[in-house]
């Protein structure tokens, strides 16, 4: 089972993650920022990663640190859990359609981290959660789990939509990159041998 769990702790944050990528997608998320929990949870049910989320930061101050380290410790986790990558199909696309809005991720679990962010986001908070934050969500993530992400909203008007199908774009493309490939279960997919660097 391909499992892992992580530990980060700092003067700002106390976060414990553990995932397990052959699950079927259940989850336990508390994070104390609703609309982060929501998201993680739609990164959960649709990547069928389980994933536990245990999140205690300085929230009083403001929801940077919780937001950047949640992001962190669940790449973490995840690039943990994946090992050295043998057999995994590596590259995985999506897009998530929701009413009006239509995002499109698409990633390399290339060892070399790497974001692109083409989304607009006009309102400045959905629920508690400032939305300048999104973004440095999926940076934080991107670079502790050693991934190149492609984020790009195609269209839409609704805020909430417009987020939520970011999340679920991001799963369902990592849900395809961290499958095993059966015809190349036993090999690293890079004629370098090796992912990352």
Known sequence: MRSAEIRR?????DIEVSVNLDGSGTYSISTGIGFLDHMLEQLSRHSLIDLSVKAVGDLHIDQHHTTEDTGIAVGEA??????????????????APMDETLTRAALDI?????????VEIPMHRLGEWDTELIEHWFQSFAQSAG???HVENLYGSNNHHIVESCFKALARALRQAVEIDPRKSDAIPSTKGTLGG
């Not at 990558?85 to 999506?94: D, F, L, P, T, V």
């Not at 290339?110 to 083409?118: A, H, N, T, Y």
């Open 147 to 149: 991934i190149t992400l």
């Open 9 to 13: 702790k700092t003067g700002e944050t």
């Open 78 to 95: 995840i690039a943990k859990a994946l090992g050295d990558k043998r057999g995994i199909a590596r590259y995985g696309e999506a897009h």
């Open 110 to 118: 290339s060892g070399r981290p790497w974001l692109v962010w083409k």
